[in-house]
Nanobody
Framework: QVQLVESGGGLVQAGGSLRLSCAAS????????MGWFRQAPGKEREFVAA????????IYADPVKGRFTISRDNTKNTVYLRMNSLKPEDTAVYYC????????????WGQGTQVTVSS
């Protein structure tokens, strides 16, 4: 099992930046892929970005390409999401998730951190 705790959310003006962190404990951090998802009020949760276990591969949703960067530090058991040029439509609760090898779904989630972008 793994425990995931997000931090770094807050209120920021449009055009600003935030960096989210997700600290993992439990299972060996470098053995699984990590992702960020978000859920805006009244909408379904959506994929934002993901990174492979060793950081060698990343993938982004189209709305955040070129603005967000996912990274990880396996020595600190932490994954990050750097968010630049934030827009009001980025307002959501952001969740990190873990995808274990051999599993075909994101089965392990943090509690979420709120990001609010004012116009």
């Amino acid at each position: 099992q793994v425990q995931l705790v997000e931090s770094g959310g807050g209120l920021v003006q449009a055009g600003g930046s935030l960096r989210l962190s997700c600290a993992a404990s439990g299972r060996t951090f470098s053995s699984y892929d990590m992702g960020w998802f978000r859920q805006a009020p009244g909408k379904e949760r959506e994929f934002v970005a993901a990174i492979s276990w060793n950081g060698g591969n990343t993938i982004y949703a189209d709305p955040v390409k070129g603005r967000f960067t996912i990274s990880r530090d396996n020595t600190k058991n932490t994954v990050y999401l750097r968010m630049n040029s934030l827009k009001p439509e980025d307002t959501a609760v952001y969740y990190c998730a873990a995808l274990f090898t051999g599993e075909n779904t994101w089965g392990h989630w943090g509690q979420g951190t709120q990001v609010t972008v004012s116009s």
